[in-house]
């Protein structure tokens, strides 16, 4: 099941990022379709384009993870085309997904409005996730849902 990022359930203040290209671009606004709202943009984007930039999820309980959907900026050509996958069980350590013993990298978006969609085999269990975009369009932006349940 969707864990919230589209619907709400997840709260802004759950939803952080390693920056904001300014307000109107905010963490908050990374969520699967979000759209514009007065003074907002429809999407997150970072502050700067380069690979320490990060959208992350918090969903303050242990969480089974088992996928990600994600979008770019539908009114734009930006978009992340690739991204890794990190989490955490207590915000103090982080670490890769990496079912092979390497850093998985996902395929990403080639626009801004069509979803893709990956599964987690094995899932993740842990209370945030984090995506690490490693190459993108124009500049840094998305928007992603995650599935799975609470454990």
């Known amino acids: 099941m969707a864990l919230g990022m589209e619907n709400g359930t997840i709260r802004d203040d759950q939803i952080t990022a390693s920056s904001e290209y300014n307000s109107a671009f905010s963490a908050s606004n990374g ?3 979000y759209t514009r709202e ?3 943009i429809g999407v997150w984007s970072a502050r700067i384009s380069d690979r320490n930039q990060w959208l992350q999820e918090h969903f303050e309980r242990s969480t089974i993870i088992t996928g990600i959907s994600t979008q770019g ?3 734009f050509h930006q978009h992340v085309k690739s991204y890794t996958i990190s989490f955490s069980v207590d915000g103090a350590k982080f670490h890769n997904y990496q079912p092979n013993g390497i850093p ?6 080639s626009d801004g409005a069509s979803i893709v969609n990956h599964i987690f085999a094995p899932s993740i269990v842990a209370e945030i996730i984090r995506v690490q975009p490693i190459a993108w ?4 932006s998305m928007r992603a849902e995650f599935y799975g349940c609470y454990y």
Do not use: A, Q, T, V
Not at 104 to 109: L, Q, R
Not at 137 to 140: N, Y
């Open 31 to 33: 969520r699967l379709n």
């Open 38 to 40: 007065s003074g907002k």
């Open 73 to 75: 900026r539908d009114s």
């Open 104 to 109: 998985e990298i996902f395929e990403g978006n």
């Open 137 to 140: 369009k124009d500049h840094i």
